[in-house]
């Protein structure tokens, strides 16, 4: 049996390289990670434009700022998407709107809000203009050729924009592990179906397959029964298909654990069994190109070491630069007292004070966990620890973080 800081740090240790790129639409490549620098194809802005509905003015040579006052001859209309075709001499000017193409021997836009109508072709300012006023000028942001997000950038919904606003319609981004997701046990039903006076209902199998969205690809999820055939047959089918492996149940010391046997004797380990509560029959490790779980069945165990253990690989499989859950350090609300020899791993909630466990902490209880924004993270040597006192606090992916 290894720490908890040790098992983690074997599995970020496991992840060499991420997997290959592959081209997606723009449209979908949120929350992914780009395999390759991106470069401007254009200039953004693409042609100088006006950031006001107002007239774009032509200075005389020399002036830098027209006052108040001065009297502008107007000379047309410019909207969006169209230009304007004839030339403007100084103290002339066009009607223009946001984003419309200025007239290149423009100089300012005079805000709608500062002008005054003198007739139907002439207008007067009502308080100075400056020189570049109001004008976006082509390239500003952006130049043509300029490496404009670097390879590794995770890219959110204004990177999925900004991809958009260059023209381009797919991006290398890294693609997502596939994974197979088996759960174990006689005892299990899914909901909605007849369920016997021993028998439970199928949480993992939601719970994960849940976490797992946006995360990979699941290729395909079973449940399997309480056999070694099915158990072996299972893992050599998924074994040929997949990037990732996760068993729940089966991984403990029970005459019917086949997960655990299966696995100890076709998979390479990496570790099994963790000194941290909950979870500590976790199986890691490997065959080929392919990582194995065997997750506890227990379905707090399983949440807790999937966000432990199996977000971060998949994170690093994607290629994402901070594949751990996010950590920070809280001051404990009330007092806690556990048994020294674990990490334990507890249901909490973040508030504006602090952080607060939560009631319910059993490996079989999600009532607590459906309530859970943060696991608190308690060291293994530690017995008492105080109200007060900063504690480690990992932060999950979903779910309310303070109240």
């Given at each position: 049996?290894?720490?908890?800081r040790e098992a983690r740090e074997r599995v970020r240790r496991a992840v060499a390289k991420p997997l290959s790129p592959e081209m997606v639409p723009v449209e979908e490549s949120v929350d992914r990670i780009l395999a390759e620098d991106v470069v401007s194809p254009v200039?953004?802005?693409?042609?100088?434009?006006?950031?006001?509905?107002?007239?774009?003015?032509?200075?005389?040579?020399?002036?830098?700022?027209?006052?108040?006052?001065?009297?502008?001859?107007?000379?047309?209309?410019?909207?969006?998407?169209?230009?304007?075709?004839?030339?403007?001499?100084?103290?002339?000017?066009?009607?223009?709107?946001?984003?419309?193409?200025?007239?290149?021997?423009?100089?300012?836009?005079?805000?709608?809000?500062?002008?005054?109508?003198?007739?139907?072709?002439?207008?007067?300012?009502?308080?100075?203009?400056?020189?570049?006023?109001?004008?976006?000028?082509?390239?500003?942001?952006?130049?043509?050729?300029?490496?404009?997000?670097?390879?590794?950038?995770?890219?959110?919904?204004?990177?999925?924009?900004?991809?958009?606003?260059?023209?381009?319609?797919?991006?290398?981004?890294?693609?997502?592990?596939?994974?197979?997701?088996?759960?174990?046990?006689?005892?299990?039903?899914?909901?909605?179906?007849?369920?016997?006076?021993?028998?439970?209902?199928?949480?993992?199998?939601?719970?994960?397959?849940?976490?797992?969205?946006?995360?990979?690809?699941?290729?395909?999820?079973?449940?399997?029964?309480?056999?070694?055939?099915?158990?072996?047959?299972?893992?050599?089918?998924?074994?040929?298909?997949?990037?990732?492996?996760?068993?729940?149940?089966?991984?403990?010391?029970?005459?019917?654990?086949?997960?655990?046997?299966?696995?100890?004797?076709?998979?390479?380990?990496?570790?099994?069994?963790?000194?941290?509560?909950?979870?500590?029959?976790?199986?890691?490790?490997?065959?080929?190109?392919?990582?194995?779980?065997?997750?506890?069945?227990?379905?707090?165990?399983?949440?807790?070491?999937?966000?432990?253990?199996?977000?971060?690989?998949?994170?690093?499989?994607?290629?994402?630069?901070?594949?751990?859950?996010?950590?920070?350090?809280?001051?404990?609300?009330?007092?806690?007292?556990?048994?020294?020899?674990?990490?334990?791993?507890?249901?909490?909630?973040?508030?504006?004070?602090?952080?607060?466990?939560?009631?319910?902490?059993?490996?079989?209880?999600?009532?607590?966990?459906?309530?859970?924004?943060?696991?608190?993270?308690?060291?293994?040597?530690?017995?008492?620890?105080?109200?007060?006192?900063?504690?480690?606090?990992?932060?999950?992916?979903?779910?309310?973080?303070?109240?």
């Amino acid at each position: 049996m290894i720490s908890f800081r040790e098992a983690r740090e074997r599995v970020r240790r496991a992840v060499a390289k991420p997997l290959s790129p592959e081209m997606v639409p723009v449209e979908e490549s949120v929350d992914r990670i780009l395999a390759e620098d991106v470069v401007s194809p254009v200039d953004l802005p693409f042609f100088t434009n006006s950031a006001m509905d107002g007239v774009a003015v032509v200075f005389p040579p020399g002036v830098r700022v027209l006052p108040a006052g001065t009297g502008i001859t107007l000379r047309g209309t410019v909207r969006a998407g169209t230009a304007f075709s004839g030339n403007l001499q100084p103290l002339e000017g066009v009607w223009v709107f946001t984003g419309a193409p200025v007239p290149p021997e423009a100089h300012g836009v005079a805000m709608r809000e500062i002008l005054e109508p003198v007739s139907e072709n002439r207008v007067r300012l009502k308080r100075s203009l400056a020189r570049g006023e109001h004008i976006r000028r082509k390239g500003e942001e952006i130049r043509r050729g300029q490496r404009v997000l670097r390879k590794g950038t995770v890219l959110t919904p204004a990177g999925v924009g900004f991809l958009a606003a260059m023209g381009l319609a797919r991006v290398a981004v890294y693609r997502r592990p596939r994974v197979a997701l088996f759960t174990t046990g006689d005892e299990v039903v899914l909901p909605g179906e007849p369920r016997g006076e021993a028998q439970i209902y199928n949480s993992n199998r939601f719970a994960l397959a849940s976490a797992l969205r946006g995360l990979a690809e699941t290729v395909y999820h079973r449940h399997l029964p309480d056999e070694r055939a099915a158990v072996e047959e299972a893992l050599e089918k998924a074994l040929n298909s997949v990037d990732v492996v996760l068993f729940t149940g089966g991984v403990s010391a029970g005459d019917h654990d086949h997960v655990r046997d299966v696995l100890r004797e076709r998979i390479t380990p990496v570790f099994y069994k963790v000194a941290q509560k909950p979870g500590k029959p976790l199986f890691f490790g490997s065959a080929g190109d392919t990582f194995v779980f065997g997750l506890p069945g227990n379905p707090v165990s399983a949440l807790v070491c999937f966000y432990e253990y199996v977000y971060p690989l998949l994170r690093a499989l994607s290629g994402h630069p901070r594949p751990d859950l996010p950590v920070l350090r809280a001051k404990l609300l009330h007092d806690v007292e556990k048994k020294p020899g674990r990490t334990w791993l507890l249901r909490g909630v973040l508030t504006s004070r602090g952080v607060r466990i939560l009631s319910g902490q059993g490996s079989h209880m999600m009532a607590a966990f459906a309530r859970a924004g943060v696991l608190v993270v308690l060291p293994a040597r530690r017995r008492r620890f105080s109200a007060g006192e900063r504690v480690t606090v990992h932060r999950l992916p979903t779910g309310p973080h303070r109240d």
